[in-house]
């Protein structure tokens, strides 16, 4: 009896996602996708709201996901599309997003530590040229 409890809860906690992805949401990831590889592309999100922002770099295309909703809209300045999204497609979306935010926030901090490194460098010489003389 315990071995097929622990089966049951084996299957429900490891259970893949079959959910079959529609065409509208194919487009919707193959755009997410290429908007978010693309590093002058804007990209926010918004905590208490749950919702992340995509805008393209020439601020035609907007790409808003709303994940309390499970719902995306993609507009530009001749249409508009809401699309209720599969959790497999939020997921694959939003992975792409956070992967890409993550990745500009260590180019950001890299920056600013090579600043101080530098600026670090310059005061410990400073202080032993004025300690030599």
Known sequence: MLKKIKLQL??????????Q????ERSLMIIASQLVNNKKTDLLMTPRMDKFYITSDDKSLFVVIDTELCDACVVNHVF?????????????????????VESRRNAMENEFRSNIQYSLNSVAERLINNKKQ
């Open 80 to 100: 508009g599309y809401h699309i209720k999204i599969s959790q497999r497609a939020m997921n694959f979306i939003l992975d792409k997003f956070i992967d890409e």
């Open 10 to 19: 084996y299957k429900v906690f490891n259970r893949q996602d079959t959910t």
């Open 21 to 24: 992805i529609s065409k509208e």
